[in-house]
């Protein structure tokens, strides 16, 4: 085993924590028992040092070893869009999940629409990432770039528009 393979293995490793996590807690959002999925914000909360925050850490640094010690460069279209979502990933938590949450932590009906929302917005950039990994679109793949900017806007805006609903609006969770 190289050290590239090493790299790729906990690459892929940290993914699948980060990814399978949020999956999880994304889908619980929908869960019928109204108890559960008031659980979900703190459980989330306990969640981000321990393993979301390590895992994303954990994706980022082997993604750069593996840039380093492969064939590699920063300046594939793939590379690029992994560290945009990466980036985009930290300002969803550090800058407005987290704002959001101290924000409207005395309206958590309302919180927990948004947070859910949010969460479906975060899991589409992560997704979109794993899709960026496994197919290394480049400048020339515009299906994919347009696929990937539609999904990304859709996802956007029904943030905002839980964001701006009311708490028991018409906007489904």
């Known amino acids: 085993m190289t050290r590239y393979d090493l790299f790729l293995f906990l690459h892929i490793l940290s993914v699948i924590l980060w990814v399978g996590a949020g999956t999880t807690l994304g889908l619980l959002w929908f869960h019928p028992d109204r108890e559960l999925r008031q659980r979900i914000s703190p459980l989330g909360e306990w969640l981000g040092p321990r393993l979301f925050a390590p895992a994303a850490l954990g994706a980022l640094v082997f993604g750069l070893l593996l840039v380093h010690e492969g064939h590699w460069t920063f300046h594939p279209l793939f590379v690029q869009l992994g560290l945009a979502a990466f980036a985009l990933s930290f300002v969803i938590n550090a800058g407005v999940r987290a704002p959001l949450s101290r924000k409207l932590a005395r309206q958590p009906q309302r919180l927990d629409g948004v ?24 400048g020339s793949d515009t299906v994919f770039i347009v696929v990937a900017a539609m999904i990304l806007v859709v996802t956007a805006g029904l943030v905002v528009r839980r964001f701006r609903s009311p708490v028991g609006g018409t906007t489904s969770a």
């Open 115 to 138: 947070l859910s929302a949010l969460s479906r917005f975060e899991l589409a950039v992560l997704y979109l990432a794993v899709a960026d990994m496994a197919l290394k679109p480049d």
